[in-house]
């Protein structure tokens, strides 16, 4: 059974740093793309970033180039979101997700397993 396992969220005041993480299980992830989305009450599910199984290319939402970083552990299936700076604007549930795709991986529908969501609040 796949699981896929996100860590990290809080309460973090606007300009203040957070470190998401997400573990995942139950099958081998060998070539999938990992990824985190967010949704804001009452929004669509928003790409936030994406990185390929090699790490060699990172993928970003404009909202968010300069203050997150992408990174995975390849060998433990886990992959991180070092976010800084952090706005109100960006509080939402963020999800962590995999998908054995190798292009459009600002879409969600590509990808294939998704966890349950980590919480993020920015206060003003």
């Known amino acids: 059974q796949v699981q896929l396992v996100e860590s990290g969220g809080g309460l973090v005041q606007a300009g203040g740093s957070l470190r998401l993480s997400c573990a995942a299980s139950?099958?081998?992830?060998?070539?999938?793309?990992m990824a985190w989305f967010r949704q804001a009450p009452g929004e669509e599910r928003e790409f936030v970033a994406a990185?390929?199984?090699?790490?060699?290319?990172?993928y970003y939402a404009d909202s968010v180039k300069g203050r997150f970083t992408i990174s995975r552990d390849s060998a433990k299936n886990t992959v991180f979101l070092q976010m800084n700076s952090l706005k109100p604007e960006d509080t939402a549930a963020y999800y962590c997700?995999?998908?054995?795709?190798?292009?459009?991986?600002?879409?969600?529908?590509?990808?294939?397993?998704w966890g349950q969501g980590t919480q993020v609040t920015v206060s003003s």
């Open positions: 139950g099958r081998s992830f060998s070539g999938a793309a």
């Open positions: 990185i390929t199984w090699t790490a060699r290319n990172t």
């Open positions: 997700a995999v998908g054995f795709i190798s292009s459009s991986y600002y879409y969600d529908w590509k990808y294939h397993f």
